[in-house]
Protein backbone atom coordinates (compact mmCIF):
# COMPACT_ATOMS: atom_id res chain seq x y z
CA UNK A 1 0.00 0.00 0.00
CA UNK A 2 1.56 3.26 -1.02
CA UNK A 3 1.80 5.55 1.87
CA UNK A 4 2.17 8.64 -0.26
CA UNK A 5 -0.72 9.53 -2.32
CA UNK A 6 -0.61 8.02 -5.74
CA UNK A 7 0.69 10.50 -7.78
CA UNK A 8 -0.60 9.91 -11.31
CA UNK A 9 -4.02 11.95 -11.83
CA UNK A 10 -6.83 9.62 -12.15
CA UNK A 11 -7.40 10.35 -15.80
CA UNK A 12 -3.45 8.90 -16.90
CA UNK A 13 -4.16 5.50 -14.54
CA UNK A 14 -7.49 5.17 -16.62
CA UNK A 15 -5.68 5.68 -19.65
CA UNK A 16 -3.59 3.16 -18.69
CA UNK A 17 -5.62 0.78 -17.16
CA UNK A 18 -7.63 1.37 -20.29
CA UNK A 19 -4.86 -0.18 -22.44
CA UNK A 20 -3.87 -2.61 -20.40
CA UNK A 21 -7.85 -3.85 -20.98
CA UNK A 22 -7.18 -3.61 -24.90
CA UNK A 23 -9.73 -0.63 -25.23
CA UNK A 24 -7.47 2.67 -24.07
CA UNK A 25 -7.94 6.42 -25.02
CA UNK A 26 -4.89 6.37 -26.77
CA UNK A 27 -5.11 4.61 -30.16
CA UNK A 28 -3.16 1.66 -29.73
CA UNK A 29 -1.18 2.52 -32.79
CA UNK A 30 -0.17 5.77 -31.04
CA UNK A 31 2.51 3.81 -29.25
CA UNK A 32 3.57 0.34 -30.69
CA UNK A 33 5.67 -0.61 -27.93
CA UNK A 34 3.59 0.32 -25.23
CA UNK A 35 0.67 -1.50 -26.56
CA UNK A 36 2.88 -4.89 -26.31
CA UNK A 37 3.88 -3.79 -22.56
CA UNK A 38 -0.11 -3.31 -22.25
CA UNK A 39 -0.81 -6.94 -22.86
CA UNK A 40 1.27 -7.64 -19.67
CA UNK A 41 -1.34 -6.92 -16.61
CA UNK A 42 1.49 -6.55 -14.31
CA UNK A 43 3.75 -4.05 -16.68
CA UNK A 44 5.65 -1.44 -14.77
CA UNK A 45 4.73 2.50 -15.10
CA UNK A 46 6.27 4.17 -17.76
CA UNK A 47 8.53 7.06 -17.31
CA UNK A 48 8.97 9.30 -20.23
CA UNK A 49 11.98 11.42 -20.08
CA UNK A 50 12.50 13.88 -22.89
CA UNK A 51 16.08 14.94 -23.18
CA UNK A 52 19.07 13.35 -22.81
CA UNK A 53 21.47 16.00 -21.24
CA UNK A 54 22.94 16.65 -18.06
CA UNK A 55 18.80 16.48 -16.27
CA UNK A 56 17.62 13.58 -18.17
CA UNK A 57 20.19 11.31 -17.49
CA UNK A 58 20.47 11.93 -14.29
CA UNK A 59 15.97 11.25 -14.28
CA UNK A 60 17.07 8.05 -15.84
CA UNK A 61 19.64 6.69 -13.94
CA UNK A 62 17.95 7.73 -10.65
CA UNK A 63 15.55 5.27 -11.89
CA UNK A 64 17.89 2.58 -12.27
CA UNK A 65 16.67 -0.61 -10.50
CA UNK A 66 13.09 0.65 -10.04
CA UNK A 67 10.05 -1.19 -10.67
CA UNK A 68 9.50 1.24 -13.74
CA UNK A 69 9.50 1.11 -17.59
CA UNK A 70 11.69 4.22 -18.40
CA UNK A 71 12.01 5.53 -22.07
CA UNK A 72 13.77 8.73 -23.04
CA UNK A 73 13.75 10.04 -25.99
CA UNK A 74 16.25 12.54 -27.42
CA UNK A 75 16.68 14.34 -31.04
CA UNK A 76 20.18 13.71 -30.42
CA UNK A 77 22.22 10.17 -30.66
CA UNK A 78 24.35 11.51 -28.07
CA UNK A 79 24.74 13.04 -24.74
CA UNK A 80 26.87 16.25 -25.48
CA UNK A 81 29.15 17.70 -22.35
CA UNK A 82 28.80 21.14 -23.21
CA UNK A 83 31.27 22.80 -20.94
CA UNK A 84 34.12 21.19 -23.33
CA UNK A 85 32.57 22.74 -26.40
CA UNK A 86 34.38 25.25 -26.77
CA UNK A 87 37.48 23.07 -27.11
CA UNK A 88 35.99 21.32 -29.57
CA UNK A 89 35.36 24.53 -31.62
CA UNK A 90 38.70 25.65 -31.12
CA UNK A 91 40.12 22.15 -32.34
CA UNK A 92 41.79 21.41 -29.04
CA UNK A 93 39.62 17.99 -28.19
CA UNK A 94 37.79 16.03 -31.48
CA UNK A 95 34.23 15.57 -30.94
CA UNK A 96 34.27 12.15 -29.75
CA UNK A 97 35.82 13.60 -26.75
CA UNK A 98 33.11 15.38 -25.46
CA UNK A 99 29.99 13.31 -27.04
CA UNK A 100 28.93 9.48 -26.24
CA UNK A 101 25.77 7.88 -27.74
CA UNK A 102 23.57 7.81 -24.99
CA UNK A 103 21.99 4.38 -25.58
CA UNK A 104 25.00 3.19 -24.66
CA UNK A 105 25.47 5.59 -21.64
CA UNK A 106 21.81 3.34 -20.30
CA UNK A 107 22.95 0.38 -22.14
CA UNK A 108 23.18 -1.66 -18.36
CA UNK A 109 20.10 0.05 -17.36
CA UNK A 110 17.89 -3.13 -18.22
CA UNK A 111 14.31 -0.94 -17.08
CA UNK A 112 15.42 1.51 -19.85
CA UNK A 113 15.05 2.07 -23.52
CA UNK A 114 16.50 4.70 -25.83
CA UNK A 115 14.64 6.73 -28.21
CA UNK A 116 16.11 8.79 -30.91
CA UNK A 117 13.19 10.98 -31.53
CA UNK A 118 12.17 14.87 -31.72
CA UNK A 119 9.41 15.59 -29.02
CA UNK A 120 7.08 18.37 -30.58
CA UNK A 121 4.16 18.34 -28.13
CA UNK A 122 2.16 17.15 -24.82
CA UNK A 123 -0.68 15.96 -24.16
CA UNK A 124 -1.31 16.36 -20.43
CA UNK A 125 -4.86 15.16 -20.11
CA UNK A 126 -4.20 11.84 -22.40
CA UNK A 127 -0.95 11.57 -20.88
CA UNK A 128 0.61 11.31 -24.37
CA UNK A 129 4.06 12.53 -25.68
CA UNK A 130 3.76 14.08 -29.83
CA UNK A 131 6.98 12.55 -31.32
CA UNK A 132 8.55 11.90 -34.59
CA UNK A 133 8.06 8.29 -32.97
CA UNK A 134 4.60 8.54 -32.44
CA UNK A 135 2.01 9.52 -29.72
CA UNK A 136 3.98 7.55 -26.70
CA UNK A 137 1.56 7.37 -23.80
CA UNK A 138 3.77 7.98 -20.34
CA UNK A 139 2.80 7.82 -16.61
CA UNK A 140 4.95 10.03 -15.32
CA UNK A 141 6.76 12.57 -17.53
CA UNK A 142 10.66 14.40 -17.26
CA UNK A 143 11.18 17.12 -19.29
CA UNK A 144 14.29 18.32 -19.55
CA UNK A 145 15.04 19.62 -23.14
CA UNK A 146 17.57 22.16 -21.85
CA UNK A 147 18.04 25.66 -23.65
CA UNK A 148 19.30 27.07 -26.66
CA UNK A 149 20.78 30.65 -27.29
CA UNK A 150 18.86 33.95 -27.43
CA UNK A 151 19.62 36.86 -30.15
CA UNK A 152 17.50 39.27 -28.11
CA UNK A 153 14.61 39.37 -30.57
CA UNK A 154 17.40 39.96 -33.45
CA UNK A 155 17.15 36.00 -34.69
CA UNK A 156 18.57 37.08 -37.99
CA UNK A 157 22.16 37.83 -36.65
CA UNK A 158 22.05 33.91 -35.79
CA UNK A 159 23.13 33.19 -39.50
CA UNK A 160 26.24 35.21 -39.25
CA UNK A 161 26.85 34.99 -35.35
CA UNK A 162 26.82 31.20 -34.92
CA UNK A 163 26.45 30.03 -30.77
CA UNK A 164 27.38 27.26 -29.38
CA UNK A 165 25.08 24.36 -27.88
CA UNK A 166 26.04 21.25 -29.76
CA UNK A 167 28.05 18.92 -31.60
CA UNK A 168 27.26 20.49 -34.64
CA UNK A 169 27.77 24.12 -33.46
CA UNK A 170 31.19 23.48 -32.45
CA UNK A 171 31.84 21.56 -35.73
CA UNK A 172 30.68 24.51 -37.80
CA UNK A 173 32.72 26.75 -35.77
CA UNK A 174 35.72 25.39 -36.00
CA UNK A 175 35.03 25.11 -39.55
CA UNK A 176 34.84 28.45 -40.13
CA UNK A 177 37.49 29.59 -37.76
CA UNK A 178 40.39 27.40 -39.46
CA UNK A 179 38.88 28.43 -42.97
CA UNK A 180 39.43 32.14 -41.73
CA UNK A 181 42.88 31.64 -41.44
CA UNK A 182 43.24 29.59 -44.85
CA UNK A 183 41.56 32.36 -46.61
CA UNK A 184 44.04 34.74 -44.82
CA UNK A 185 46.97 33.17 -46.60
CA UNK A 186 45.33 32.86 -49.90
CA UNK A 187 43.96 36.69 -49.76
CA UNK A 188 45.70 39.23 -52.04
CA UNK A 189 46.08 42.56 -50.08
CA UNK A 190 47.03 43.20 -46.59
CA UNK A 191 43.47 44.79 -45.72
CA UNK A 192 42.06 41.39 -46.59
CA UNK A 193 44.36 39.89 -44.47
CA UNK A 194 43.57 42.11 -41.67
CA UNK A 195 39.80 41.48 -42.26
CA UNK A 196 40.17 37.60 -42.49
CA UNK A 197 42.35 37.63 -38.84
CA UNK A 198 40.12 40.22 -36.80
CA UNK A 199 37.65 37.40 -34.58
CA UNK A 200 34.76 38.63 -32.74
CA UNK A 201 33.26 37.24 -29.66
CA UNK A 202 29.94 38.52 -28.62
CA UNK A 203 29.18 38.12 -24.50
CA UNK A 204 31.37 38.12 -21.54
CA UNK A 205 30.13 35.02 -19.50
CA UNK A 206 32.52 31.97 -19.05
CA UNK A 207 31.75 30.78 -22.72
CA UNK A 208 32.44 33.93 -24.28
CA UNK A 209 35.57 34.22 -22.13
CA UNK A 210 37.02 30.28 -22.72
CA UNK A 211 36.03 31.11 -26.06
CA UNK A 212 38.52 34.11 -26.58
CA UNK A 213 41.14 32.79 -24.52
CA UNK A 214 41.53 29.40 -26.86
CA UNK A 215 41.09 31.25 -30.18
CA UNK A 216 44.16 33.89 -28.82
CA UNK A 217 46.52 30.84 -28.42
CA UNK A 218 45.43 29.32 -31.22
CA UNK A 219 46.14 32.45 -33.68
CA UNK A 220 49.39 33.16 -31.54
CA UNK A 221 50.93 30.01 -30.81
CA UNK A 222 49.49 27.10 -32.64
CA UNK A 223 49.36 28.15 -36.10
CA UNK A 224 52.11 31.20 -36.55
CA UNK A 225 55.13 28.43 -37.38
CA UNK A 226 52.89 26.71 -40.12
CA UNK A 227 51.12 29.75 -41.89
CA UNK A 228 54.19 31.48 -44.29
CA UNK A 229 52.32 34.41 -46.48
CA UNK A 230 49.86 35.67 -43.63
CA UNK A 231 50.82 36.25 -39.88
CA UNK A 232 48.25 34.29 -37.41
CA UNK A 233 50.17 35.77 -34.90
CA UNK A 234 48.54 39.24 -36.17
CA UNK A 235 45.34 37.98 -36.01
CA UNK A 236 42.72 40.31 -33.84
CA UNK A 237 40.35 39.06 -30.97
CA UNK A 238 37.65 41.22 -29.58
CA UNK A 239 35.78 40.39 -26.45
CA UNK A 240 32.21 42.43 -26.53
CA UNK A 241 29.93 42.69 -23.82
CA UNK A 242 27.47 44.84 -23.58
CA UNK A 243 27.30 44.72 -19.59
CA UNK A 244 29.77 46.90 -17.41
CA UNK A 245 32.09 43.56 -16.78
CA UNK A 246 32.86 40.16 -17.90
CA UNK A 247 31.70 37.41 -15.62
CA UNK A 248 29.16 38.63 -13.49
CA UNK A 249 28.95 35.60 -12.16
CA UNK A 250 32.13 35.09 -10.39
CA UNK A 251 33.15 37.62 -7.66
CA UNK A 252 34.90 40.89 -9.09
CA UNK A 253 38.73 40.02 -8.13
CA UNK A 254 38.57 36.75 -10.20
CA UNK A 255 36.65 38.55 -13.30
CA UNK A 256 39.60 41.23 -13.17
CA UNK A 257 42.01 38.67 -13.05
CA UNK A 258 40.55 37.18 -16.25
CA UNK A 259 40.22 40.37 -17.99
CA UNK A 260 44.15 40.77 -17.20
CA UNK A 261 45.15 37.82 -18.52
CA UNK A 262 43.32 37.70 -21.75
CA UNK A 263 44.70 40.52 -22.30
CA UNK A 264 47.94 39.49 -21.77
CA UNK A 265 47.32 36.99 -24.23
CA UNK A 266 46.18 39.92 -27.01
CA UNK A 267 42.99 39.45 -26.46
CA UNK A 268 40.57 43.43 -26.79
CA UNK A 269 37.98 43.00 -24.01
CA UNK A 270 35.32 45.86 -24.75
CA UNK A 271 33.11 46.20 -21.49
CA UNK A 272 29.83 48.64 -21.58
CA UNK A 273 29.81 48.09 -25.29
CA UNK A 274 26.43 46.84 -26.98
CA UNK A 275 26.28 45.12 -30.10
CA UNK A 276 23.67 47.38 -32.13
CA UNK A 277 23.62 45.38 -35.61
CA UNK A 278 25.89 42.11 -37.04
CA UNK A 279 26.15 40.87 -40.96
CA UNK A 280 28.49 38.67 -42.74
CA UNK A 281 31.50 40.50 -41.97
CA UNK A 282 30.76 43.19 -39.49
CA UNK A 283 29.29 43.56 -36.53
CA UNK A 284 28.16 47.16 -35.32
CA UNK A 285 29.29 48.41 -31.58
CA UNK A 286 28.34 51.58 -29.84
CA UNK A 287 27.69 53.02 -33.19
CA UNK A 288 31.16 52.03 -35.29
CA UNK A 289 31.61 49.59 -37.56
CA UNK A 290 34.18 46.55 -36.94
CA UNK A 291 35.30 44.18 -39.69
CA UNK A 292 35.65 40.75 -38.38
CA UNK A 293 35.84 38.41 -41.65
CA UNK A 294 37.01 35.90 -39.49
CA UNK A 295 33.98 34.65 -37.51
CA UNK A 296 31.94 36.53 -34.92
CA UNK A 297 30.82 33.96 -32.67
CA UNK A 298 27.41 34.45 -30.29
CA UNK A 299 27.86 33.63 -26.62
CA UNK A 300 25.03 35.81 -25.07
CA UNK A 301 21.74 35.64 -24.20
CA UNK A 302 19.98 31.98 -23.17
CA UNK A 303 16.72 31.47 -24.06
CA UNK A 304 14.97 27.95 -22.89
CA UNK A 305 13.47 24.90 -25.10
CA UNK A 306 9.39 25.48 -26.44
CA UNK A 307 8.60 22.83 -23.25
CA UNK A 308 6.27 25.92 -21.93
CA UNK A 309 4.18 26.29 -24.72
CA UNK A 310 4.00 21.88 -24.99
CA UNK A 311 2.27 21.88 -21.55
CA UNK A 312 0.26 25.46 -21.98
CA UNK A 313 2.40 27.21 -19.28
CA UNK A 314 3.52 30.66 -19.12
CA UNK A 315 7.31 30.60 -19.42
CA UNK A 316 9.39 33.02 -18.05
CA UNK A 317 11.52 36.18 -19.30
CA UNK A 318 13.53 33.25 -20.63
CA UNK A 319 10.74 30.78 -21.64
CA UNK A 320 11.65 28.43 -18.22
CA UNK A 321 8.61 27.06 -16.95
CA UNK A 322 7.91 27.70 -12.77
CA UNK A 323 7.68 24.27 -10.96
CA UNK A 324 6.44 23.41 -7.76
CA UNK A 325 9.48 22.86 -5.09
CA UNK A 326 9.70 19.54 -6.04
CA UNK A 327 9.89 20.44 -9.34
CA UNK A 328 6.93 19.06 -10.77
CA UNK A 329 4.47 21.23 -12.47
CA UNK A 330 1.67 22.81 -10.57
CA UNK A 331 -1.76 20.53 -10.33
CA UNK A 332 0.23 17.65 -12.49
CA UNK A 333 2.34 15.65 -9.56
CA UNK A 334 3.75 12.76 -12.42
CA UNK A 335 4.85 15.85 -14.36
CA UNK A 336 8.17 17.05 -13.54
CA UNK A 337 10.57 20.02 -15.27
CA UNK A 338 14.18 20.27 -14.90
CA UNK A 339 17.17 21.44 -16.10
CA UNK A 340 17.92 24.60 -18.05
CA UNK A 341 14.21 24.61 -19.12
CA UNK A 342 13.04 24.74 -14.95
CA UNK A 343 12.49 28.06 -13.37
CA UNK A 344 13.43 27.11 -9.39
CA UNK A 345 13.72 28.90 -6.68
CA UNK A 346 14.88 27.59 -3.64
CA UNK A 347 13.24 28.54 -0.07
CA UNK A 348 15.34 31.89 0.35
CA UNK A 349 14.48 32.90 -3.14
CA UNK A 350 17.56 31.83 -5.07
CA UNK A 351 16.83 31.02 -8.22
CA UNK A 352 18.41 27.83 -9.22
CA UNK A 353 21.54 28.70 -12.18
CA UNK A 354 21.51 27.11 -15.45
CA UNK A 355 24.52 24.98 -14.86
CA UNK A 356 25.05 21.36 -15.48
CA UNK A 357 25.56 20.81 -12.13
CA UNK A 358 22.15 22.13 -11.32
CA UNK A 359 20.20 20.51 -14.02
CA UNK A 360 22.15 17.15 -13.02
CA UNK A 361 20.91 17.65 -9.56
CA UNK A 362 17.44 18.22 -10.48
CA UNK A 363 17.08 15.02 -12.88
CA UNK A 364 18.27 12.72 -9.95
CA UNK A 365 15.94 14.65 -7.91
CA UNK A 366 13.11 14.21 -9.93
CA UNK A 367 13.95 10.58 -10.40
CA UNK A 368 14.22 9.99 -6.45
CA UNK A 369 10.80 11.44 -6.30
CA UNK A 370 9.05 8.96 -8.79
CA UNK A 371 11.03 5.92 -7.74
CA UNK A 372 9.89 6.82 -4.17
CA UNK A 373 6.30 7.56 -4.81
CA UNK A 374 6.06 4.56 -6.92
CA UNK A 375 7.58 2.30 -4.63
CA UNK A 376 4.96 4.36 -2.02
CA UNK A 377 7.67 5.47 -0.01
CA UNK A 378 7.77 9.35 1.68
CA UNK A 379 9.52 11.27 -1.85
CA UNK A 380 12.76 13.68 -1.14
CA UNK A 381 10.98 16.68 -0.57
CA UNK A 382 11.80 20.17 -1.79
CA UNK A 383 14.45 20.29 -4.42
CA UNK A 384 18.01 22.08 -3.10
CA UNK A 385 20.26 23.00 -4.75
CA UNK A 386 23.91 22.72 -3.31
CA UNK A 387 26.33 25.20 -5.07
CA UNK A 388 29.35 23.61 -5.69
CA UNK A 389 30.87 26.74 -7.13
CA UNK A 390 31.93 28.43 -10.74
CA UNK A 391 35.13 27.71 -12.72
CA UNK A 392 36.09 29.32 -16.44
CA UNK A 393 39.56 28.58 -18.14
CA UNK A 394 41.36 31.46 -19.29
CA UNK A 395 43.38 29.68 -21.76
CA UNK A 396 45.52 26.31 -21.78
CA UNK A 397 46.58 27.15 -18.39
CA UNK A 398 45.06 29.08 -16.25
CA UNK A 399 41.66 29.19 -14.75
CA UNK A 400 39.40 30.89 -12.26
CA UNK A 401 37.41 28.94 -9.45
CA UNK A 402 35.32 30.39 -7.07
CA UNK A 403 34.21 27.65 -4.67
CA UNK A 404 32.36 28.36 -1.42
CA UNK A 405 35.31 30.31 0.32
CA UNK A 406 37.91 29.58 -2.01
CA UNK A 407 39.26 31.62 -4.61
CA UNK A 408 41.50 29.78 -7.44
CA UNK A 409 43.42 32.18 -9.97
CA UNK A 410 46.13 30.73 -12.60
CA UNK A 411 48.10 27.33 -12.75
CA UNK A 412 46.13 26.21 -9.70
CA UNK A 413 42.85 27.27 -10.71
CA UNK A 414 43.75 25.63 -14.03
CA UNK A 415 44.44 22.47 -12.46
CA UNK A 416 41.38 22.51 -9.92
CA UNK A 417 39.22 22.89 -13.18
CA UNK A 418 40.93 20.48 -15.39
CA UNK A 419 40.84 17.45 -12.30
CA UNK A 420 36.63 18.65 -12.24
CA UNK A 421 36.01 18.61 -15.65
CA UNK A 422 37.90 15.25 -16.24
CA UNK A 423 36.31 13.50 -13.13
CA UNK A 424 32.99 14.80 -14.99
CA UNK A 425 33.92 13.18 -18.38
CA UNK A 426 31.71 10.00 -19.13
CA UNK A 427 33.90 7.32 -19.43
CA UNK A 428 37.56 6.09 -19.07
CA UNK A 429 38.64 6.36 -22.40
CA UNK A 430 37.47 9.99 -23.02
CA UNK A 431 38.86 11.25 -19.16
CA UNK A 432 42.79 9.82 -20.42
CA UNK A 433 42.44 11.17 -24.23
CA UNK A 434 41.26 14.56 -22.87
CA UNK A 435 43.81 14.35 -20.23
CA UNK A 436 46.42 13.18 -22.49
CA UNK A 437 45.03 16.31 -24.92
CA UNK A 438 45.48 18.72 -22.69
CA UNK A 439 49.24 17.39 -21.71
CA UNK A 440 50.13 17.86 -24.81
CA UNK A 441 48.78 21.06 -26.04
CA UNK A 442 50.64 22.43 -22.48
CA UNK A 443 53.74 21.09 -23.52
CA UNK A 444 53.74 21.61 -27.76
CA UNK A 445 50.72 24.02 -28.33
CA UNK A 446 49.92 21.61 -30.76
CA UNK A 447 46.13 21.13 -31.04
CA UNK A 448 45.06 18.12 -33.14
CA UNK A 449 41.81 18.29 -34.09
CA UNK A 450 42.62 20.90 -36.90
CA UNK A 451 40.19 18.94 -39.68
CA UNK A 452 38.36 21.53 -41.75
CA UNK A 453 35.28 19.36 -43.45
CA UNK A 454 33.98 20.92 -46.56
CA UNK A 455 29.95 21.64 -45.54
CA UNK A 456 31.43 23.31 -42.32
CA UNK A 457 33.57 26.12 -44.75
CA UNK A 458 31.08 28.66 -44.78
CA UNK A 459 30.90 30.62 -47.68
CA UNK A 460 33.55 31.49 -50.56
CA UNK A 461 35.48 28.85 -50.12
C1 LIG B 1 28.95 26.39 -24.61
C2 LIG B 1 28.42 26.07 -23.23
C3 LIG B 1 29.30 26.00 -22.16
C4 LIG B 1 28.82 25.69 -20.90
N1 LIG B 1 29.72 25.62 -19.85
C5 LIG B 1 29.27 25.22 -18.64
C6 LIG B 1 30.20 25.05 -17.57
O1 LIG B 1 31.40 25.26 -17.72
N2 LIG B 1 29.71 24.62 -16.38
C7 LIG B 1 28.37 24.36 -16.20
O2 LIG B 1 27.98 23.94 -15.11
N3 LIG B 1 27.48 24.55 -17.18
C8 LIG B 1 27.89 24.97 -18.39
N4 LIG B 1 26.99 25.15 -19.41
C9 LIG B 1 25.54 24.99 -19.12
C10 LIG B 1 25.14 23.55 -19.09
O3 LIG B 1 25.67 22.86 -20.19
C11 LIG B 1 23.61 23.47 -19.06
O4 LIG B 1 23.17 24.15 -17.91
C12 LIG B 1 23.15 22.04 -19.03
O5 LIG B 1 23.52 21.38 -20.22
C13 LIG B 1 21.64 21.97 -18.86
O6 LIG B 1 21.27 20.62 -18.83
P1 LIG B 1 19.83 20.18 -19.39
O7 LIG B 1 19.70 18.73 -19.12
O8 LIG B 1 18.79 21.11 -18.88
O9 LIG B 1 19.92 20.46 -20.95
P2 LIG B 1 20.97 19.87 -22.08
O10 LIG B 1 22.14 19.33 -21.38
O11 LIG B 1 21.08 20.97 -23.01
O12 LIG B 1 20.13 18.68 -22.66
C14 LIG B 1 18.95 18.86 -23.36
C15 LIG B 1 18.74 17.65 -24.26
O13 LIG B 1 17.43 17.69 -24.76
C16 LIG B 1 17.45 17.35 -26.13
N5 LIG B 1 16.29 18.00 -26.76
C17 LIG B 1 16.04 19.31 -26.85
N6 LIG B 1 14.88 19.53 -27.47
C18 LIG B 1 14.38 18.31 -27.78
C19 LIG B 1 13.20 17.87 -28.43
N7 LIG B 1 12.29 18.73 -28.89
N8 LIG B 1 13.00 16.55 -28.59
C20 LIG B 1 13.92 15.65 -28.14
N9 LIG B 1 15.05 16.02 -27.52
C21 LIG B 1 15.28 17.33 -27.32
C22 LIG B 1 18.77 17.87 -26.63
O14 LIG B 1 19.19 17.19 -27.80
C23 LIG B 1 19.68 17.62 -25.44
O15 LIG B 1 20.32 16.37 -25.52
C24 LIG B 1 27.43 25.45 -20.69
C25 LIG B 1 26.55 25.54 -21.77
C26 LIG B 1 27.04 25.84 -23.04
C27 LIG B 1 26.09 25.92 -24.20
Known amino acids: MPLTPAPAPDRTRSDSEGRAGGGGIAPPQADAARSGAAADPARHPRVVIVG ?172 PGEF ?48 EAIDEDALVVDGARIEAGGAILWAAGVRASPAAAWIGAQGDRSGRVSVEPDLSLAGRPNVFVVGDTAAVRDAAGIETPGLAAAAKQMGRHAGRTIRARVQGRPAPGPFRYRDYGALATIGRNAAIASVGRLRLTGFLGWLFWSVVHIYFLIGLRSRLFVAASWAWIYLTDQRGARIILRRDRGPGV
Open 52 to 223: GGFGGLSAAQALDGAAVEVLLLDEQNHHCFQPLLYQAATAALSTADIAWPIRHILSRQRNATVLMARVYGVDLDRGLVRSTAGELAFDWLVLATGSTHSYFGHEAWEKFAPSLKTVDDALRVRGRVLTAFERAETAQTDEQRRRLLTFAIVGGGPTGVELAGALAELAHRTL
Open 228 to 275: QRSRPASARILLVEAGPRLLPAFPETLASDAVRRLERMGVEVRTGAAV
